[in-house]
């Protein structure tokens, strides 16, 4: 159970209480056999794990982090070298984190020049002129 300080996770005390609980049962003279022992340490922890583990969880949080996994996110507002020109009715292309994309823009974009990436849909970069 000590080592639950070294290997949080709130699963290896209750497999250590379990292993207590049959050492008890044991000295009372409850259980017999080393099977006996095994099959009812297996079965208190299963039942400790699923049942009190929830409960505990409830009191003591563990450290969570959620990121940011949105990857439009991360697109919108980069700048981006137009490889081949964009215009309003026709698609160009684009290099944006050492690869090209397709993109597309309500104005023309010339070859060369830079733009911002307003959206993305699909495969596509919806992008402005800066």
Do not use: C
Not at 11 to 21: E, H, N
Not at 48 to 74: C, P, T, W, Y
Request: proline content about 2%.
């Amino acid at each position: 159970m000590l080592l639950e300080f070294i290997v949080p996770g709130g699963i290896v005390v209750f497999l250590g209480l379990a292993a207590a609980g049959v050492g008890v049962a044991i000295y009372f003279g409850l259980l017999h056999s080393v099977v006996q022992a095994l099959i009812a340490w297996f079965i208190i922890s299963l039942f400790l794990i699923l049942f009190l583990r929830a409960f505990f969880m409830k009191f003591f949080e563990g450290d969570q982090s959620v990121a940011n996994v949105d990857e439009d996110d991360d697109l919108i507002g980069s700048i981006v070298y137009v490889t081949i020109s964009v215009f309003p009715y026709k698609d160009g292309r684009v290099k944006f984190r050492e690869t090209t994309w397709t993109a597309r823009s309500e104005e023309e974009i010339l070859e060369g020049s830079k733009a911002l990436i307003k959206k993305r849909e699909g495969n596509v970069l919806i992008i402005k002129s800066i």
